[in-house]
């Protein structure tokens, strides 16, 4: 296979990369879910909450709820790239804390037609 | 007699670089982004050594260097990425031959990849790890390069002796 051939894959593979990160639709932001160890652990609805609040989800890892997005505060994990992640807002790129196996998504979520 | 020296000297080599590769921490928010020079040496071992020691020498690597510097899950991580790579290295290694050890090296840092990411899926079981899939992707070509680049330099290096 010559060079400018694989140069070519690669390249290709790049570009659909990118075209994922910045074309996929990334979905709303209605539910919070936490997940810990592969199971639910909590189910937050976003838009009932009125004040920001925080929540230790025992595993070392504390969370600020609020109502347009969630982000980690703290976390006893050694890389801390939970806390990097910062406050998600939309429903792509959750927030991992792999070392504690929790998983944070946030989701368009099913309405049912209850408004405030 | 030389080979076991060679194999030995070559795994006391990975296993620093991966210390202290594990020493800098991550730039991004993105688990698992690295530049894997470790592989450097996987590498090198594939071409001068062979298929089996170069195994060998990732397993010292793997096994020891997480014993040293890793913390709960990383053994986990470490060895399916690392199975992974070496898996997809040999694999391309037939198909492309010595001359395109940068595209193995490529190759070899997107199995990597794929390989702690399907692991990440099944320690936490949700589906949305895959968001980061197109992100390690792109890294993984980047840094795959740097270190096949590196791991064709040494070994030109290294055949003058």
């Known amino acids: ?12 593979l790049i570009v659909i990369s990118l075209a994922v990160i910045f074309l996929v639709p990334k979905g709303g932001a209605n539910v919070a879910k936490i997940y810990v160890d592969g199971k639910m652990y909590k189910e937050i609805f976003l838009f009932e909450i009125k004040k920001p609040y925080t929540m230790d989800i025992g ?10 997005g969630v982000s980690m505060i ?17 429903g792509a790129y959750p927030i991992i804390c792999l070392p504690h196996k929790v998983t944070i998504t946030l989701d368009g979520g099913e309405v049912d037609g209850v408004s405030e | 007699m030389k080979k076991y020296i060679k194999a030995a000297v070559l795994a006391s080599l990975a296993l620093i670089i991966f210390v202290i590769e594990a020493q800098i921490p991550a730039i991004a928010a993105v688990p698992g982004i690295k530049l894997g020079l470790s592989n450097i040496i996987t590498l090198v071992s594939l ?26 899950a990383s053994f986990a991580y470490s060895l399916t990425g690392g199975l992974f790579c070496y898996a997809a290295m040999i694999l391309m290694l037939r198909l492309l031959t010595i001359r395109k050890l940068w595209a193995i090296s490529i190759t070899g840092a997107i199995a990597h990849n794929a390989g702690q990411l399907l692991t990440a899926f099944v320690l936490t079981n949700t ?13 993984a070509i ?17 055949k003058l002796f």
């Open chain 1, 74 to 90: 703290q976390a006893d994990c050694p890389d801390k790239l939970c806390i990097k992640r910062g406050k998600i807002t939309d």
């Open chain 1, 59 to 68: 595993t070392g890892n504390v969370l600020l709820v609020e109502k347009d």
């Open chain 2, 142 to 158: 980047l840094t795959g390069l740097f270190t096949g680049l590196c791991a064709q330099y040494t070994i030109a290096r290294l």
């Open chain 1, 1 to 12: 296979m010559k060079d400018k051939t694989l140069i070519l894959i690669f390249a290709f």
């Open chain 2, 127 to 139: 589906k949305e790890v895959f968001w980061y899939a197109p992100l390690l992707c792109i890294s």
């Open chain 2, 47 to 72: 071409v001068l050594l062979g298929k089996k020691e170069a195994l060998a020498i990732l397993m010292i690597r793997i096994t020891l260097g997480n014993i040293l510097c890793g913390q709960m």
